[in-house]
């Protein structure tokens, strides 16, 4: 099972340096795709996804977030960091896979 990262073109950048593959989104229509490509890959097991790219799609975002199908789609922290009170990088992945980093 693949794990997909879908942001900003740092975000990318860095998840793939440990082997994650990624797809570079700045506009609604670019997420959009990325996502309905991602659903359609049966190799990709998990979806995460920039907090601001996720911002240009709340609705969607809201309910991808909630269903619990395959894949996992999962909202992370943007390059700015973590806003106060909400979870970090390593908390959201403990509580999506169980692997804490």
Known sequence: MK??????????L????TGVG???ASTADEVNQALDEAQANKEVGIVLVTQDVAELIPARMEHLKLRSTIPLVVEIPSSGGVPEGQAS????????????L
């Not at 860095?14 to 340096?17: A, I, K, N, Q, R």
């Not at 908390?91 to 692997?99: E, K, N, P, Q, S």
């Open 89 to 100: 990088l390593g908390d959201i992945v403990l509580r999506a896979i169980g692997i804490k």
């Open 14 to 17: 860095g998840f793939s340096l």
């Open 3 to 12: 794990i997909l990262v879908i942001g900003h073109p740092d975000a990318v």
């Open 22 to 24: 990624g797809r570079v």
